[in-house]
């Protein structure tokens, strides 16, 4: 974890915000999602904790009301 929370700083520390889209996957623990949320306007996150696999008709309307949700709240990105 040490490791990987130095990559982290570092990258978001030696990059400017609207240089680099910084993703970060497989989030499946709330001690990862709680760190990470304090990054949420630099950091995109995906994982089962935030979104379980789903079919293809219950993904489409999850996509379609989470693009909605975030034209709204302009949190969409390039």
């Given at each position: 974890m040490a490791v990987t929370l130095l990559y982290f700083f570092s990258i978001l520390s030696d990059t400017p915000p609207n240089d680099l889209v910084i993703v970060a996957e497989g989030i499946e623990r709330e001690e990862e999602l709680?760190?990470?949320?304090?990054?949420?306007?630099?950091?995109?996150?995906q994982g089962f904790l935030?979104?379980?696999?789903?079919?293809?008709?219950?993904?489409?309307r999850w996509a379609e009301s989470?693009?909605?949700?975030?034209?709204?709240?302009n949190l969409?990105?390039?």
């Open positions: 709680n760190f990470l949320n304090a990054f949420k306007e630099h950091v995109l996150m935030i979104c379980h696999p789903k079919g293809k008709d219950e993904f489409i989470w693009t909605l949700m975030a034209s709204s709240k969409s990105r390039r």
